[in-house]
């Protein structure tokens, strides 16, 4: 259980993209954002095992794609160990601000690792919440930038021994658009099911989603897409495996769109 939490924070990457008409505000960064998102990835105060899972998991591509810059206020939803948190915290730096949010079940299962990420203060920006998905506790228009990573599809996790509450992700969506501001965008990335395939039953046996759901669930709670990246795509991924599987496990093909308010 806990490894697939773990696995759910895995990051995303964004060379690569097929992206409509964007925002300013995230139609590219600039120099500067891009300087901050390379000096974060570079930070020698991140934790060793951080460096070891840049590449895998694609951290500067997803930031740039994502367009966040520094002085910004960004929510890392379902943020498990907080490996993309600090990322955020050391890019948006002091004018700026991170939620590192989780429901109890999250941080349960990655406690130890949340306990060292923010140990002493050392990420002095970053505000953790943890909250039921039905009071997640996003302050209205008040966020520049949400990313699930390798998470949304839990929201549709029903395991058998009830260790997960029956969540409802139309609920998490409503606060999670109320929290942007009218600019704000989402950043998503999960693994690939099957077309057709119904999350309420295969979220259980595979931990993927269809990403035709994912997007109509977005589109529905009002958002627009915006853009996507094809840099984690793994077209021989066989995508009824577990993503758990040894032959694919950091290897399945995975979803990154951008939808804004």
Known sequence: MKTRILVSALALGALGVCASVAPTSVRANDAASTAAIDAALKSTARPKKDFEEDERRKARDV???????????????????????????RIVGPKGKVIAYNNKEY???????????YAD???????QVTAPVETAG??????????????????????????W??????????QVRAALKPAGVVI?????????????????KVHRIDPVRLRKDFEKAGFKFDGESKALAHPDDNHTKVVFDDSVRFKTDQVIYRFRN
Do not use: C, Q
Not at 69 to 87: C, I, N, Q
Not at 121 to 127: F, S, T
Not at 165 to 174: E, M, Q, R
């Open 63 to 89: 930031l740039i794609f994502s367009g966040i810059k520094p002085g910004m206020r960004v929510a890392d939803m379902f943020s498990a160990g907080g490996y993309y948190t600090e990322l955020l915290s």
């Open 138 to 163: 996003l302050a209205p228009n008040s966020l520049d930038a949400v990313l699930f990573i390798m998470s949304y599809h839990d929201l549709y996790w029903r395991p058998k021994d009830g260790s």
């Open 165 to 174: 509450p029956a969540t409802d992700p139309a609920v998490l969506l409503k």
């Open 107 to 117: 941080a349960a299962f990655a406690e130890k690792e949340i306990a060292a990420r």
């Open 188 to 204: 998503v990335e999960d693994h690939v099911d099957v077309a057709g395939a119904d999350p309420l039953v295969n979220v259980d």
């Open 121 to 127: 203060n050392r990420l002095p920006n970053v505000e």
